[in-house]
């Protein structure tokens, strides 16, 4: 079985057009045939075969697209094999896929585009039903997305999504959900992300265990950023990378595409031409889209596939998309 949104993405990449429809296997990704031309090539990502409806190629996938045994699917997580002893646990935590699909964490998941299944199977997601107030009460994990964070199979921290926007709450809606007041009166809003107190930022990648796997790593901002583009995404927890994941960042990788919120990665690829720490750095303005998080992961992969097109050195050095191993 493969990937159907990476498969997708690598034919729209190969021949320029894909569209959908079902046959009797089920889902069929229709593109132009490389013999005639016409859009008569259909390809199968349950059962990795194709061919062309006028009889001119058939076969499996590989050989279509060369060797793609990193889009194969996989359907398990990095397994901690330990815990940190310092880690402390956010609260009661159950399985995503045992909530109703009216449950307001399964709404919030799935009006933001993202397979439930999949967030818990590959990155470990959980959804916490009783948890703890953190921060002299500014923070409670009740009701929260826990999204846990491994480094070398070990899980080292976690950090805490709301399920909605506090900036745009009232009095009435903050004194229900139990928000603190300042000196003046006035109440603190919590921020929409809590990380783990005593897990340094600075010094992880969110998803490292994954992207290790691949040549190539994209970089964003925040996790549900990295969720959008794939498996060999990571997130610095923030608009601008630490000296640590600079170093990480260059070390592990062929290729980094610096997929930032727009402006970001511009400040960011300025600061590491200062400081010279990093020449291996591509950054990608993700044009209709505000950030990685909204936007169709083929297209994603479709402007980044662009961009190192675009770029003088790598094509000078004949590099394309298809140059790196990756897993989406």
């Known amino acids: 079985m493969y990937n159907p949104v990476q498969l997708e993405a690598f034919l729209l990449q190969r021949f320029g057009t894909v569209r959908r429809g079902h046959g009797k296997k089920g889902l069929e990704l229709i593109t132009k045939c490389p013999v005639c031309g016409k859009r008569k090539l259909s ?22 697209l060369g060797d793609i045994r990193a889009m194969k699917l996989t359907t398990f997580a990095p397994k901690p094999v330990s815990v940190a002893r310092d880690v402390d646990s956010p609260g009661e935590l159950i399985p995503l896929t045992t909530l109703d699909d009216d449950h307001q964490a399964s709404v919030y998941l799935q009006q933001r585009g993202f397979n439930v299944r999949m967030l818990e199977d590959h990155y470990g997601f959980r959804y916490c039903r009783q ?20 480094k070398g199979g070990t899980l080292i921290g976690w950090q805490s999504r709301l399920l909605y926007n506090p900036d745009g709450l009232d009095d009435r809606a903050c004194e229900g959900l139990g928000f603190i007041k300042d000196e003046d009166g006035d109440w603190v809003k919590p921020p929409k992300y809590f990380t783990m107190p005593g897990l340094d930022k600075g010094k992880i990648l969110w998803n490292y265990d994954w992207a290790r796997q691949s040549d190539i790593v994209v970089v964003c901002e925040g996790v549900f950023d990295a969720v959008a583009v794939g498996r060999c995404a990571v997130a610095c927890f923030g608009k601008g990378l630490t000296d640590n994941q600079v170093n990480m960042l260059k070390e592990y990788w062929d290729l980094v595409v610096l ?19 990093m020449n291996n750095a591509l950054p990608v303005h993700l044009e209709g889209y505000k950030d990685a998080g909204e936007a169709p ?32």
């Open 131 to 150: 948890g703890k107030k953190y921060a002299n009460g500014l923070f409670d994990t009740t009701n929260t997305i826990i999204i846990p964070v491994y």
């Open 43 to 64: 390809v199968n990502p349950n059962t990795g075969l194709y061919q062309c409806w006028r009889g001119c190629v058939s076969g499996h996938v590989d050989k279509l």
């Open 259 to 277: 997929l930032l919120d727009p402006g970001d990665a511009d400040k960011q690829m300025a600061l590491l031409d200062q400081s010279s720490l």
């Open 297 to 328: 992961q083929a297209e994603i992969w479709r402007q980044i596939d662009q961009a190192i097109a675009d770029h003088p050195i790598l094509a000078a050095n004949k590099r394309t998309l298809d140059t790196y191993r990756f897993v989406v």
